[in-house]
């Protein structure tokens, strides 16, 4: 049983390597435990079976988790052939078989290149997609089975790393949206026989590709643990950056700077004095702007100064 412990404001970045077994969900609330944050999320499910990268945004940070959400994945997995599983991972059972054709690893490649690029995809039924306003797993735990309409997506590389006489490695970097189960059962068909997901990790979630931290390091942490989270604007390094001066950083962070300046329109972070991530604003070409997310830390921090 949790301990309650006092809650704190933690904002920042952390790229938990969620261990196997474990819901996204489950993985998210320990962490925040531990860090005693009093807000947090994270952004995207990885199934319990599923291993790999899981950002976690904790405070100011929870106002850009729709950025990872929006970004490219890039996965390792290992697909067995010769079956089909009810859920398409191992966590269902067997419930069709087919031979498995000889094929080499150049022959795979031939067939993964088909998906490269825009395609549709139809979702699995063991999804948490809705129909009407019910889940598409708790449909299919029951049995049912429901029209699910293609959505668009993008492979940007699909590599076949081994093939074996029952199964297939491959990496993939694919756009958000994308199901590797269903993924796996589309390269099979056109293989000419069936395949289920038996192994599937995450290795990056667009810009990040490195620095995860296991929940063992985690654990270990102790009072270090806030040194392990990345700054609130970490997802964001290819928005354009905006630097101003402090009265300027206090007037954008108070709601009264009249304009940012002008440029190509778009997305832009904003910095004041010392590099201080103020937060973010969608500029147009006259300088005016709109979409402000500000960060409560940086406007303390400036407030607390001007008092000083």
Same mark, same amino acid.
């Given at each position: 049983?949790?301990?309650?412990?006092?809650?704190?404001?933690?904002?920042?970045? @952390?790229?938990?390597?969620?261990?196997?077994? *474990?819901?996204?969900?489950?993985?998210?609330?320990?962490?925040?435990?531990?860090?005693?944050?009093?807000?947090?999320?994270?952004?995207?499910?990885?199934?319990?079976?599923?291993?790999?990268?899981?950002? @976690?945004?904790?405070?100011? =940070? !929870? /106002?850009?988790?729709?950025?990872?959400?929006?970004?490219?994945?890039?996965?390792?997995? &290992?697909?067995?052939?010769?079956?089909?599983?009810? &859920?398409?991972?191992?966590?269902?059972? +067997?419930?069709?078989?087919?031979?498995?054709?000889? @094929?080499?690893?150049?022959?795979?490649?031939? +067939?993964?290149?088909?998906?490269?690029?825009? %395609?549709?995809?139809?979702?699995?039924?063991?999804?948490?997609?809705?129909?009407?306003?019910?889940?598409?797993?708790?449909?299919?735990?029951?049995?049912?089975?429901?029209?699910?309409?293609? /959505?668009?997506? #993008? +492979?940007?590389?699909?590599?076949? !790393? $081994?093939?074996?006489?029952?199964? +297939?490695?491959?990496?993939?970097?694919?756009?958000?949206?994308?199901?590797?189960?269903?993924?796996?059962?589309?390269?099979?068909? &056109? $293989?000419?026989?069936?395949?289920?997901? %038996? *192994?599937?990790?995450?290795?990056?979630?667009?810009?990040?590709?490195?620095?995860?931290?296991? *929940?063992?390091?985690?654990?270990? $942490?102790?009072?270090?643990?806030?040194?392990?989270?990345?700054?609130?604007?970490?997802?964001?390094?290819?928005? $354009?950056?905006?630097? @101003?001066?402090?009265?300027? =950083?206090?007037?954008?962070?108070?709601?009264?700077?009249?304009?940012?300046?002008?440029?190509?329109?778009?997305?832009? /972070?904003?910095?004041?004095?010392?590099?201080?991530?103020?937060?973010?604003?969608? &500029?147009?070409?006259?300088?005016?702007? =709109?979409? #402000?997310?500000?960060?409560?830390?940086?406007?303390?921090?400036?407030?607390?100064?001007?008092?000083?």
């Amino acid at each position: 049983m949790q301990v309650k412990r006092d809650k704190r404001d933690v904002h920042g970045v @952390l790229l938990l390597d969620k261990p196997l077994g *474990m819901s996204s969900n489950k993985a998210l609330q320990r962490v925040k435990y531990l860090l005693r944050a009093r807000k947090a999320g994270h952004t995207g499910s990885l199934d319990p079976l599923a291993t790999g990268m899981l950002p @976690l945004c904790f405070g100011d =940070a !929870t /106002r850009y988790s729709h950025v990872f959400l929006d970004a490219d994945k890039t996965y390792d997995v &290992t697909a067995t052939l010769g079956g089909r599983s009810a &859920t398409g991972d191992a966590e269902g059972d +067997i419930v069709q078989t087919a031979p498995v054709p000889f @094929l080499s690893l150049e022959d795979w490649q031939a +067939i993964g290149d088909q998906f490269l690029g825009e %395609s549709k995809q139809v979702p699995p039924m063991y999804s948490a997609l809705k129909h009407d306003g019910k889940r598409l797993y708790d449909i299919a735990r029951k049995g049912g089975d429901v029209e699910r309409p293609p /959505r668009r997506i #993008v +492979i940007e590389y699909l590599t076949i !790393t $081994a093939v074996g006489d029952d199964s +297939i490695n491959f990496s993939v970097r694919c756009s958000k949206g994308t199901y590797i189960r269903s993924l796996v059962e589309d390269l099979a068909t &056109t $293989a000419g026989t069936l395949a289920w997901t %038996s *192994m599937l990790r995450r290795t990056a979630v667009s810009p990040f590709s490195s620095a995860m931290v296991t *929940m063992e390091a985690l654990e270990a $942490a102790g009072d270090t643990l806030p040194e392990l989270l990345a700054g609130c604007d970490a997802g964001l390094t290819n928005w $354009a950056q905006v630097m @101003l001066t402090a009265p300027e =950083a206090l007037a954008f962070c108070q709601g009264r700077l009249a304009s940012l300046p002008s440029g190509q329109p778009g997305p832009r /972070r904003c910095y004041g004095p010392n590099g201080l991530f103020l937060g973010t604003a969608l &500029t147009h070409a006259d300088g005016s702007f =709109a979409d #402000v997310r500000v960060m409560s830390a940086a406007r303390m921090t400036l407030e607390t100064a001007r008092v000083r």
